[in-house]
């Protein structure tokens, strides 16, 4: 599909012919970037990211990830250092830095992460077994990326004690 490239519209062909014999011609491709991109900065504003969180960007589509799930709410992603054969993280789309700044308004959001977990573990046949889902909150917590994440850990027998 081709576009005309006019000063004021860009989908009326035939008005732009009119108005403007020369106009360039635009391929849909060609605007995808900048459609990605201005979708990518309204996003940011609603969810107060901030330009530096890792998980924002791979929510948005900047950086890439081995993504296994996504929804309006919720993406959940391969970890880029699997400490087991299933080690999958789940994460809310909108910024939220750690449990510890989780509102009320969040509960529901939070029971929905943990039903995609239930149903990404089903998905990975790691759920007979067994797994293990962590979410590290705070420095002491061992939390290194502030977005909060829970860890989707399975594919094989979980150590104790943990800490
Ligand atoms: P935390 O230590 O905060 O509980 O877990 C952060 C996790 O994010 C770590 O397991 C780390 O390997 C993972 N991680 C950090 N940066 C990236 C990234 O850019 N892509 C992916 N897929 N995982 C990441
Ligand atoms: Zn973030």
């Known amino acids: 599909m081709t576009l005309i490239c006019s000063d004021y519209n860009l989908f009326d062909r035939r008005r732009d012919r009119s ?8 391929s849909l491709p060609m ?6 991109h201005l979708l990518s900065h309204l996003s940011r504003i609603r969810s107060n990211m901030t330009d530096s969180c890792v ?3 791979i929510v948005s589509n900047e950086i890439k ?4 799930y996504r929804d309006e ?6 970890d880029i250092h ?5 080690h999958i993280l789940l994460v809310p789309n909108r910024h939220i830095e750690s449990v510890g700044t989780l509102e009320v308004e969040d509960e529901q959001l939070m029971g929905h992460l943990f039903t995609v977990a ?3 573990a089903e998905e990975e046949g790691i759920a007979k077994g067994g797994y293990r889902l962590v979410t590290n909150t705070g420095a002491n917590g061992g939390q290194t990326v502030f977005h909060l994440h ?3 850990i399975g594919g094989q027998r979980m150590r104790y004690p943990m800490g």
């Open 19 to 26: 108005a403007r014999p020369n106009g360039s011609p635009v």
């Open 31 to 36: 605007l995808k970037p900048f459609a990605i």
């Open 55 to 57: 998980f924002c960007s």
């Open 65 to 68: 990830a081995n993504v296994v």
């Open 73 to 78: 709410q919720v993406t959940a992603f391969r």
């Open 82 to 86: 699997p400490v087991a054969p299933t």
């Open 118 to 120: 239930r149903k990404l």
């Open 150 to 152: 829970v860890h989707l």
